[in-house]
């Protein structure tokens, strides 16, 4: 069976559908809604008038009608139809139905038929409109790519998509001074899409955040499947820009990730962001929780001593060396306004020795490092409770310490080990004063130049010499040992220390009565003995 010739209103609703990448139903709908505009104006009846418009493809014709209420008595000519009208006869109508009038597109003069292709064309458009918030309400936040139609100062028209809608790219929302070529395809950013009532408004951008965070994702894979985060993006389009960004894997690197080997990967992202000189510099930043560091981190590439931080008012003082001022805040001040973006703190900078004088109390890296730590601490002693039953919790000792991160127990032992050193060090000392008290050691403050084998010498002499000697009384020799001892002596006479009570030396003067020759006098030498131990114990 051959297919059913279209006529001539359907050709035309396609032709203008294909156009339009609209719908058939839609197009067919719009021609419904002119005609029927047309018709009243027509009519001269006001809006009021009751029409019905219908689309006769089988003889291929567009038909009206005017439509008018039957009832028992008429009010409204324009409206109604008394029952026992004339005009009724033969059409089986009763109260309520209504009585129609036709009428065809040969009614119409060439002013009605104009008229009614404005309302179409116009009709047409917004549903256009209407077509595009559709597609692109749900494109917000999202990069599409359109081609270049035209392009000046004021800025650039793109055509973009399946429907060919012209989209405008105002020349403030471009990077920097970059120009397009006619015909060259272009990335833009949905920024938003708005439905007012001159249809969809769709605004596009390049030098918005969200442009940098999508090129990103294009070109670096661990931020496009989710390990690396952005969290926040700063930026001044075609001058510089700062990513925050951080990694859900402990064992990738964020910034490293972004930055890739000898930056290779960030380079690729530059690339697509404009073509004015010089390119737009992107600074990668980690991202942390501690306020603190994270602006230290922010004022990249300016070296932060240290910080002062306001929570209540989020206000900060950062520190830096006295000739790091300028690098901190940067050219036309683009690295301290970033910083403040990015952190959403404000930045005041100052350098070492105004810190000082002004008095400021601020926390060093390895303070705010600690603070960090006990954080991480926090939150797994919290994510431990979490995973614990409630009678094991009450099974947590009121002294539990929560888990230490790595770098903290790092240092606990080398704490210890410089605590314990110097306690055993003076052990010996105790030890060489016990054996110097012994009676021989009593004179040690003698001094004497000689030699131990000098001196074994002179007593080996002395033994022959005091053998020939008579034997004295011990108190007569004590007397003249004690002053030998004088006269040798080359410093200043200590005072001396009596060894034995007066009872036993009484004893000991007894006991010498009875000794003969076979007692040896070496009394006279004890003085060379005392000196001599002196070089024992070095």
């Known amino acids: 069976m051959a297919a059913k010739k279209k006529t001539n209103i359907q050709k035309a609703i396609e032709e203008v559908a294909g156009a339009t990448n609209l719908a058939y139903e839609d197009v067919a709908e719009a021609l419904q809604y002119a005609v029927n505009k047309a018709f009243v104006k027509y009519l001269n009846m006001g809006d009021d008038a009751l029409t019905r418009i219908e689309l006769n493809y089988d003889i291929d014709e567009i038909e009206m009608y005017l439509r008018k209420e039957v009832v028992e008595e008429v009010e409204d000519d324009f409206l109604q139809i008394e029952l026992g009208d004339e005009r009724l006869e033969g059409k089986n109508l009763r109260l309520g139905d209504f009585y129609e ?46 081609i270049v139609e035209s392009s000046d100062d004021r800025g650039t028209n793109v055509r973009v998509g399946a429907t060919n809608q012209t989209l405008y790219l105002p020349a403030r929302s471009r990077i920097g001074n970059e120009s397009f070529e006619v015909g060259k395809p272009i990335k833009v950013y949905v920024v938003d899409v708005e439905n007012t009532t001159k249809g969809a408004q769709i605004n596009i951008s390049r030098s918005h955040e969200g442009f940098l965070k999508r090129v990103m994702e294009q070109e670096i894979a661990e931020i496009y499947d989710g390990t690396v985060i952005i969290k926040e993006i700063a930026r001044e389009a075609g001058d510089r820009s700062k990513v925050a960004v951080y990694s859900l894997d402990e064992n990738v690197d964020a910034t490293g990730a972004c930055i890739g080997p000898n930056g290779t990967r960030i380079q690729k992202v530059v690339a697509q962001l404009g073509n004015n000189s010089p390119a737009e510099k992107i600074d990668i930043v980690a ?34 060396n006295n000739d790091g001022l300028s690098v901190a805040i940067g050219r036309r001040g683009v690295n301290v306004r970033l910083a403040v973006k990015l952190t959403n703190w404000h930045i005041d900078i100052k350098e070492l020795d105004d810190a000082y004088a002004e008095g400021i109390q601020m926390q060093s890296i390895n303070d ?41 127990e790092e240092e606990v032992p080398v704490t210890k080990e410089v605590e314990v050193k110097p306690v055993v060090e003076p052990v010996v000392e105790p030890v060489v004063k016990e054996e110097v008290k012994q009676p021989e050691v009593k004179v040690t403050e003698i001094k004497t130049t000689k030699t131990l084998e000098e001196l074994e010498a002179e007593l080996e002499k002395d033994k022959q010499k005091a053998a020939q000697q008579d034997r004295r009384p011990q108190r ?28 036993e030396l009484a004893a000991l003067e007894a006991e010498q009565e009875y000794e003969d020759e076979y007692v040896d006098d070496y009394s006279e030498y004890d003085d060379l003995y005392d000196e001599g131990t002196e070089d024992w114990f070095k």
């Open 368 to 408: 705010l490092i600690e603070e960090q730590n006990a954080l991480i601490r926090e939150k797994e002693y919290e994510k431990y409770l979490a995973s614990i039953t409630p009678t094991e919790k009450d099974d947590i000792p009121s002294d539990y310490v929560a888990p230490v991160s790595e770098e903290v």
């Open 476 to 503: 007569k020799r004590r007397e003249e040992t004690e002053t030998e001892e004088v006269e040798v002596s080359d410093t200043p006479a200590a005072s001396r220390m009596d060894i034995y009570t007066e009872e």
């Open 287 to 320: 991202y942390s929780e501690n306020p603190g560091l994270f602006i230290i981190e922010a004022l990249r590439p300016a070296q932060v001593i240290g910080v002062k931080l306001d929570h209540e008012n989020r206000k900060a003082i950062a520190v830096v």
């Open 101 to 146: 009038t036709r009428y065809t597109m040969a009614d119409f003069s060439k002013g009605n038929v104009m008229s009614m292709g404005s309302i179409f064309q116009q009709r047409v458009r917004e549903l256009e409109k209407a077509a595009l918030y559709d597609t692109y309400k749900h494109k917000i936040g999202e990069m599409i790519t359109g």
